[in-house]
Structures are given as structure tokens and as C-alpha cells.
């Protein structure tokens, strides 16, 4: 499968953008047993996770540094994976990065356990 990263941009601190991660040409039931996340890396830093969610949607994680702001939703009907983003800081400026895998892993936050990822779309947050 294919990941398409959009929605990235330049936006004043305080404000929100939404990220979308459409995948190409899967049969609905294939991008549906995906689980999918969203990373983000800086400059000179690690790829990190950001969010995760399951099949279904009913289940997601979150990174501590960015709960309540962040949240993770998906509709699979579009084959698409999206995180809206709120209340940005200058420290949510990075690329940001969807991924996906079908294996069961404990932990959604090891950037390793993820077989497909996409191009990645800048943030860009301004003081």
C-alpha cells in the first residue's frame, strides 16, 4: 500500500491544522485491518510517535506531550487516516509521517514495527 500525506503547512501558534493519510488502491478491507499512526521528526531529533488507532477507530494512543491536543481518526470507507491538531506550539513544527501495519504489536510507538509509511507533510508553527 501507498501512503499520501497532506494538509501540512505554516500557522501561527495557537492555531490548527489537519493532517490527512490516504492510501491508494487498497480493497476496503485491506486498508481496514491496517493499524495506523502518525510520527512526526524535528531537526536534529528521532522520529517520534505522535498517535495511533486501530482498526475500527474505537481504540487510539496518544503521546503524552501532545494529549488533549492532538486527536487521530480514520475512515475507512475513504481509506484515509486523519490527526487534527489544535492549539499548536512551536514545538509541534516538524515533519510529520503516517504509517501503517497489519502484525499485532503491544506498543504503537516503535517507529520498527511499521511497514508502510508516507512521504511526510511539513508543520511549520510560528511565535
Known amino acids: 500500500v501507498q501512503l499520501q500525506a497532506s494538509g501540512g503547512g505554516l500557522v501561527q501558534a495557537g492555531g490548527s491544522l489537519r493532517l490527512s493519510c490516504t492510501a491508494s488502491?487498497?480493497?476496503?478491507?485491506?486498508?481496514?485491518?491496517?493499524?495506523l499512526a502518525w510520527f512526526r521528526q524535528a531537526p536534529g531529533k528521532e522520529r517520534e510517535f505522535v498517535a495511533g488507532?486501530?482498526?475500527?477507530?474505537?481504540?487510539?494512543s496518544y503521546a503524552d506531550s501532545v494529549k488533549g491536543q492532538f486527536a487521530i481518526s480514520r475512515d475507512n470507507a475513504k481509506n484515509t487516516v486523519y490527526l487534527q491538531m489544535n492549539s499548536l506550539k512551536p514545538e509541534d513544527t516538524a515533519v510529520y509521517y503516517c504509517?501503517?501495519?497489519?502484525?499485532?504489536?503491544?506498543?504503537?510507538?516503535?517507529?520498527?514495527?511499521?511497514?508502510?509509511w508516507g512521504q511526510g507533510t511539513q508543520v511549520t508553527v510560528s511565535s
Open positions: 504509517a501503517a501495519r497489519t502484525r499485532y504489536y503491544s506498543s504503537a510507538v516503535d517507529p520498527s514495527t511499521y511497514t508502510y
Open positions: 488502491d487498497p480493497s476496503r478491507r485491506t486498508f481496514s485491518s491496517y493499524f
Open positions: 488507532i486501530n482498526w475500527s477507530g474505537g481504540s487510539t
